[in-house]
């Protein structure tokens, strides 16, 4: 059984044997045979058949022969991914002791035989993959490994038997240490060893095995390769192929990818492609040195998904070899989108070493992820959505490119459909039934046939990302920011924050999203009002100062940070739409200004939004609040809504350049964090705000001649030019 403990730590809460009886023969000629391919951190769009530039041939040639999902769903981590995956459940239910079988110990009461190759994630003891249902597994039970020799180690690669000594291998018995009769540890390793092409060798071993000691019974196999997951580690000869491939840069690239995407049908036209995160720099803004050290980290790991194809040509070739493609279903997919975290331990060792240590970055995160926003472990779609593809020439018509959608929850329910498993005969050890599944067969979607839509999809990670989907609709929260809504058959690109314009569908879809973790975990911790806020922001903030600071400097490429007025001296760093300003401004008085100003521009109607997540440090004067100013001179006109330390919401106005300032306290109370908004029709400017961005208080609109470019942002003063405070802001938008 599968047992899952909050996002990625697993619990023996309880060892649940499925008592069934000895796997009984197939039925001869029915049965497919079924290989599961998932990669690790491979981007939405790093295939050619969904419109990247790495050489994927032979998994291309899986779509060509049969069926590529438009939308396919994860649970954007890689364990809570794979426990979707072997359980059939949300990752949540095991931590309520449920449990359930598990996918091989499903399919093995149908009379199949199983393997497992690769990275395994899902626990060690009692839930290793031969004590899972598996019986023969090759890999690593770790959340990752490095690829090379020097970096793996002696004990960390594992050849394992679910009967005793029975252990089947790509490699002579000399490079294994038995440690038990089901276990034994590569010690040594053949030369040029490389994991990757060790998981594809091993995987043609397995099915060998299959064909020539169990003909009678067809196979299911496990293959999970460890790549492209940090650290980037590849062959050199394959990173030489790609390093001169990146030089145009991320910009560029991603918009050729976008028009790629277009023309084979994977999106709408009249969706619009994301914008690139605040904080990542434009291509040409960087020097030489840095285009070319990220030419080659992108080159590494485009080599490292490069040998991933070459290894899935090698058990595609034997399958057709052993003349048994024609009745194997084989999947391949992704456990999540792209990682963008930029925290390699050593820079100083170039990205084609072996011992390399680098990661992708959050740049080329973005063109891996493209067309969608943000990256692995967000629920936004960049996060969730994966390439999926599926051939079985006995049943899959070829060239079939489906809209219906698919979630990896619904696997167990697919393969107990396909396999013919009774499900309900399956037993845990106190005798109970297992508990239903949470997924619904895709095989009519295999079929070129309509399924149900499911009634509606949950996801979570951490306790600060939610997210569900229900129809055309999708609510989504990312590092427990507000909810935002968008409409996925409009928007599947998550450009149109609609939240504002829908507070009832926010509040019909919240409520689900509640119920759904409360009957997910068993409790009420996993509910939105309980979200983990404080945890999730302060590591969102230690990334944005140190991990980021590496490479590249604040503010943001976009954002203007103006200091304005005497004494005014300030900082800031965007990561995430995060915004950080620490400033030492004295404020706003007569006709002089002292205040920070973090600002883009504004042109004619429209509405400025921010959320003032927190503030520290602030002296009884300061402020912290939403600006529109004329220009960025001390003196100019402007209107300011800023929030004070003890929760006053102050109005500050110049009504022309160097007339004397006049301010109105229009509220008081008001508790952290608030929405404030500044919305303007012509020379009509109407302060707002909101305790959760959908209620909203509006207050007397004023009249104020202002140019039709404006600038606006997020401003802070904290009260003295000797006195530095911090202030955070979340959800800054700007326009219509």
Not at 48 to 55: D, R, V, W
Not at 184 to 204: C, E, I, M, R
Not at 497 to 520: F, I, M, S
Not at 653 to 667: E, F, G, I, P, Q
Request: proline fraction near 5%.
């Amino acid at each position: 059984m599968v047992h899952y403990l909050r996002s990625g730590i697993f619990l023996l809460l309880s060892v649940c044997l499925i008592h069934s009886a000895l796997a009984a023969p197939a039925k001869a000629g029915k049965a497919p045979n079924v290989i599961y391919i998932l990669v690790d951190d491979m981007g939405y769009s790093d295939l050619g058949c969904y419109g990247g530039e790495i050489e994927t041939p032979n998994i291309d040639s899986l779509a060509k022969a049969g069926v590529k999902f438009r939308h396919f769903y994860n649970a954007s981590k890689c364990e809570t991914s794979r426990t979707a995956l072997m359980s059939g459940l949300y990752h949540g239910r095991g931590y309520n002791a449920t449990g359930g079988a598990t996918l091989a110990e499903a399919v093995k009461s149908a009379g199949y035989r199983t393997y497992g190759v690769g990275k395994w994630h899902l626990g060690t003891g009692d839930l290793i993959p031969v004590k899972q249902g598996f019986d023969h597994f090759y890999g690593f039970y770790a959340g990752y490994s490095n690829f090379f020799p020097k970096g793996i180690g002696k004990k960390s690669i594992k050849r394992d038997a679910a009967a005793a000594n029975d252990f089947v291998s790509a490699y002579p018995d000399k490079h294994f240490a038995i440690t038990s009769e089901h276990v034994s540890s590569q010690k040594t390793f053949p030369k040029d060893y490389y994991l990757t092409d060790a998981l594809g060798d091993n995987a043609v071993a397995f099915i060998k095995h299959s064909v020539k000691q169990h003909a009678d019974q067809p196979f299911f196999m496990y293959l999970a390769f460890n790549a492209p997951h940090t650290p980037l580690q590849a062959p050199k000869k394959l990173i030489n192929k790609y390093r001169n491939k990146y030089s145009a840069g991320w910009d560029k690239m991603r918009e050729k990818k976008w028009q790629r995407q277009k023309e084979l049908g994977l999106i709408d036209p009249a969706w619009k492609l994301p914008a690139l995160r605040d904080d990542i720099p434009q291509w040409e803004s960087l020097t030489k040195v840095q285009q070319d050290l990220e030419q080659h980290r992108r080159a590494v790991y485009a080599a490292m998904i490069d040998s991933v194809d070459q290894n899935v040509g090698k058990v595609l070739k034997q399958l057709a070899d052993s003349g048994i493609d024609e009745n194997t279903l084989v999947v391949f997919t992704s456990d999540n989108g792209a990682q963008a975290f930029d925290n390699t331990p050593n820079r100083k060792v170039e990205p084609s070493a072996e011992n390399s240590r680098w990661s992708m970055g959050p740049a080329w995160a973005a063109y891996s992820n493209a067309p969608f926003r943000y990256y692995k472990q967000s629920q936004h779609q960049g996060g969730i959505c994966a390439p999926f593809v599926a051939r079985w020439p006995a049943k899959i018509a070829a060239g079939t490119l489906t809209d219906q959608p698919g979630h990896v929850v619904d696997i167990m329910a697919t393969l107990v459909d396909i396999a013919d498993v009774d499900y309900a005969a399956l037993k845990k050890n106190d005798g109970t039934a297992v508990p239903p599944m949470d997924g619904k067969s895709l095989l009519p979607i295999f079929e070129g046939k309509s399924r149900p839509k499911p009634d509606f999809w949950g996801f979570e990670f951490g306790n600060s990302e939610f997210a569900v989907i229900q129809g055309d609709w999708k609510l989504v929260a990312f590092s427990s920011s507000p909810w935002r809504l968008y409409n996925l058959k409009d928007d599947r690109t998550e450009t149109n924050n609609l939240r504002w314009e829908h507070p009832e569908k926010v509040t019909e879809l919240a409520a689900l999203y509640d119920q759904w973790g409360k009957d997910t975990f068993g409790n009420s911790k996993r509910t939105y009002a309980n979200r983990d806020t404080r945890k999730q922001l302060n590591q969102e903030l230690r990334y944005a100062k140190v991990l980021k600071g590496g490479l590249y400097q604040n503010p943001s490429v976009d954002i203007t940070l103006s200091n304005i007025g005497p004494g005014a001296a300030a900082s800031m760093n965007d990561h995430w739409e995060f915004y950080l300003t620490q400033t030492s401004a004295a404020g706003l008085a007569g006709s002089s200004d002292s205040v920070t100003l973090a600002h883009k521009a504004m042109v004619g109607d429209g509405k400025l939004i921010a959320q003032v997540e927190t503030m520290s440090k602030m002296a009884a004067k300061g402020q912290a609040g939403i600006m529109l100013r004329a220009t960025a001179d001390t003196g100019s006109a402007m209107v300011m809504l800023g929030v004070t330390p003890t929760g006053e919401l102050v109005q500050s106005v110049r009504t022309r350049s160097k007339a004397s300032l006049s301010s109105d306290t229009l509220a008081k109370g008001l508790k952290l964090p608030v929405f404030l908004k500044l919305k303007r029709q012509g020379n009509v400017f109407t302060p707002s705000y909101s305790a959760d961005g959908m209620t909203w208080t509006d207050l007397k609109p004023l009249q104020l001649s202002m140019p039709r470019e404006l600038l606006g942002g997020v401003a802070t003063f904290s009260g003295s030019t000797d006195q530095r405070a911090t202030a955070i802001f979340r959800e800054w938008q700007m326009g219509q």
